[in-house]
Nanobody, 126 residues
Framework: QVQLVESGGGSVQAGGSLRLSCAAS????????MGWFRQVPDKSREGVAT???????NYAISMKGRFTISKDSAKPILYLQIDNLIPDDAAVYYC????????????????????WGQGTQVTVSS
């Protein structure tokens, strides 16, 4: 059974930075792909970034530049560094994992990820 626990959310002023963490436990095979997704009320969940076990990353086009995904495979812990936060970044951020890749890459499709954390809230004040 895979368990994903996010932490690091909070309230930050616009322009600030935040690092989210996701601690994973369970079979390592279930975390071949890991990623971050976010959701605001009344909107669909959207992909932010994903990373494969080999370190290959995949970012949503609108997330490139201010978001950096990384992973400590030894622990394993997934990170999301968010710089220069803007009010539109306010959302619940979810960690997710999958035991498979698609053509050797990790997608940003929600349906491709089987395991999900409970989410961590990020609030941005202007």
């Amino acid at each position: 059974q895979v368990q994903l626990v996010e932490s690091g959310g909070g309230s930050v002023q616009a322009g600030g930075s935040l690092r989210l963490s996701c601690a994973a436990s369970g079979p390592s095979v279930s975390t071949v792909c890991m990623g971050w997704f976010r959701q605001v009320p009344d909107k669909s969940r959207e992909g932010v970034a994903t990373i494969g076990s080999g370190g290959r990353t995949n970012y949503a086009i609108s997330m490139k530049g201010r978001f950096t995904i990384s992973k400590d495979s030894a622990k394993p812990i997934l990170y999301l560094q968010i710089d220069n936060l803007i009010p539109d970044d306010a959302a619940v951020y979810y960690c997710a994992s999958s035991p498979r890749t698609w053509g050797g890459s990790c997608t940003l499709r929600i349906s491709d990820f089987e395991y999900w954390g409970q989410g961590t809230q990020v609030t941005v004040s202007s």
